[in-house]
């Protein structure tokens, strides 16, 4: 069974950074694509960034040069890094992976973590 973990929220001033990190339990062979949702208070979840297995990125307009997102398939995390933080960042925000398969051959329409709540503050 494979399981998201989001961890690296918090509360930060506007201008602040932080970094978010996905941890990933469970082995898994492939993927179409690995992403970050937030969802604010009200309002709909939405793509803030997503790779897709060939190293192809897009990010929201919203965040474009202020959040950058990578990989590290040594370590099984995916990892959100966010400059520049604006109080319209606030969110909880959620990792999200779309067609893994696992060692078992499970295929995974789309696996989502827990969130973490990113709070921007002034």
């Known amino acids: 069974q494979v399981q998201l973990e989001e961890s690296g929220g918090g509360l930060v001033q506007p201008g602040g950074s932080l970094r978010l990190s996905c941890a990933v339990f469970?082995?898994?062979?492939?993927?179409?694509?690995l992403g970050w949702y937030r969802q604010a208070p009200g309002k709909q979840r939405e793509l803030v960034a997503a790779?897709?297995?060939?190293?192809?990125?897009d990010y929201a307009e919203s965040v474009k040069g202020r959040f950058t997102i990578s990989r590290d398939s040594t370590k099984n995390t995916v990892s959100l890094q966010m400059n520049d933080l604006k109080p319209e960042d606030t969110a909880l925000y959620y990792c999200?992976?779309?067609?893994?398969?696992?060692?078992?051959?499970?295929?995974?329409?789309?696996?989502w973590g827990q969130g973490t709540q990113v709070t921007v503050f002034s």
């Open positions: 999200n992976i779309d067609g893994a398969s696992d060692q078992s051959g499970k295929w995974y329409r789309r696996l």
């Open positions: 790779m897709t297995s060939g190293g192809s990125t």
């Open positions: 469970g082995r898994i062979f492939g993927f179409d694509v």
